[in-house]
């Protein structure tokens, strides 16, 4: 299906159309929405909001840049607001100095994809959600900084703390 049929079609509420687009990219969003909710069923609800807001909202994508792009960015602020509604962020360690020189974190390439993503699971819910805005997502500090309504530089010791705690599990693990 090209672009202008999928928008087409989802400006006009064809259910076929939303159909399509949903069995075509829900498993991608739930992964999404599973990096930053532990919980099944909370993810499954932030993909459902998600879906619903791509579906009302699409008169708001300006057709300027990646549609998949516009659409992964809903999911990452559902997935985020059902964060925040499930329990407030706490960002530990945020007076931290920040070291603004490279740290030369890397994950080993002989890890699966599983595993790595296993690591991130047990992440603490702050450190993890930068981790996934930064390392996976592509965002800059200050996109966290105001998706997460907190201050530049707690995003920046957020980063560092998490690599700092994947290190440890990783080598906990037997991975380094």
Same mark, same amino acid.
């Given at each position: ?31 999404i929405c599973r990096r930053y909710l532990r919980n ?7 993909? @459902?909001?998600?879906? +619903? !807001?791509?579906?009302?909202?699409? #008169? ?5 840049? %990646? ?67 930064? @390392?996976?997502?592509? +965002? !800059?500090?200050?996109?966290?900084? #105001? ?5 530049? %530089? ?23």
């Amino acid at each position: 299906m090209t672009e202008e049929a999928l928008l087409s079609g989802l400006r006009g509420q064809d259910r076929a159309v939303q159909k399509w687009l949903y069995d075509r990219y829900s498993p991608l969003f739930f992964s999404i929405c599973r990096r930053y909710l532990r919980n099944r069923e909370e993810a499954e609800e932030a993909l @459902v909001s998600g879906f +619903y !807001k791509i579906y009302t909202k699409v #008169e708001g994508y300006s057709g300027t840049g %990646n549609f998949e792009g516009w659409m992964r960015k809903i999911m990452v602020n559902e997935a985020l607001m059902q964060l925040r509604r499930r329990q407030p962020l706490v960002f530990p360690g945020d007076t931290m100095p920040l070291i603004e020189e490279e740290d030369g974190f890397n994950i080993v390439s002989e890890l699966t994809v599983q595993e790595i993503m296993k690591v991130v699971e047990e992440l603490p819910v702050g450190y993890r959600t930068v981790f996934n805005l930064f @390392v996976l997502e592509g +965002y !800059k500090h200050h996109e966290i900084a #105001e998706a997460l309504q907190i201050s530049i %530089n707690t995003s920046k010791s957020q980063l560092i703390l998490a690599k700092e705690k994947m290190r440890k599990l990783l080598r906990s693990k037997g991975y380094l």
